[in-house]
Every structure is written in structure tokens, then in C-alpha cells.
């Protein structure tokens, strides 16, 4: 069952209640009466190895195509006679 945080409204006094899903939230504090409101709680979330835009990349090179090498242009050969 979740477990939901409540602040109250005219203490400031936080406070976890186990409620279903499906009830509604509460709006008074159960033991006071004071009124009260739900607060929303950040969720934790853990990133494990080495990350997934690394191997999972969806573009066209992926990490594990090699780059195309450029085809090497010849260089003329000299032999030794100057043009003039």
C-alpha cells in the first residue's frame, strides 16, 4: 500500500499516512482535525552502467561501425625532371 505526505495547513507539520490508491485524499489531519493537504514527492531514480544513449543510440552510426576511410589520393611520382 502507498504511504502519502501530508503537510497541515496552519502548522506546517509533516506527516506520512498508508492509504490505498483508490482512497481519496485526506483533508483534515486524523488526529487533530487540523486541515491539511497532500504533497507531492519526488521519485528516485537510479541510472545503472554505462548509460543507454551509448550503445543504444537509434542515428545512423552506430558506436559499432567504424567510420569509412577517404580513399588516399596517388601523388605524383617525380622523376627528377623539372617542367618548365
Known amino acids: 500500500?502507498?504511504?502519502?505526505?501530508?503537510k497541515g495547513l496552519e502548522s506546517g507539520e509533516y506527516f506520512e499516512v498508508?492509504?490505498?490508491i483508490h482512497d481519496e485524499p485526506l483533508e483534515r489531519?486524523?488526529?487533530t482535525g487540523?486541515?491539511?493537504k497532500r504533497v507531492i514527492q519526488p521519485v528516485g531514480v537510479?541510472?545503472?552502467?554505462?548509460?543507454?544513449?551509448?550503445?543504444?543510440?537509434s542515428s545512423?552510426?552506430?558506436?559499432s561501425e567504424k567510420?569509412?576511410?577517404?580513399?588516399?589520393?596517388?601523388?605524383?611520382e617525380?622523376?627528377?625532371?623539372a617542367a618548365d
Open 29 to 31: 489531519h486524523p488526529k
Open 67 to 76: 567510420p569509412k576511410e577517404k580513399p588516399k589520393e596517388k601523388k605524383p
Open 60 to 63: 545512423s552510426n552506430s558506436a
Open 46 to 57: 537510479i541510472f545503472k552502467g554505462s548509460g543507454w544513449y551509448v550503445k543504444d543510440s
Open 34 to 36: 487540523e486541515p491539511v
Open 78 to 81: 617525380s622523376g627528377g625532371a
Open 18 to 20: 498508508e492509504q490505498s
Open 1 to 6: 500500500m502507498p504511504t502519502y505526505v501530508y
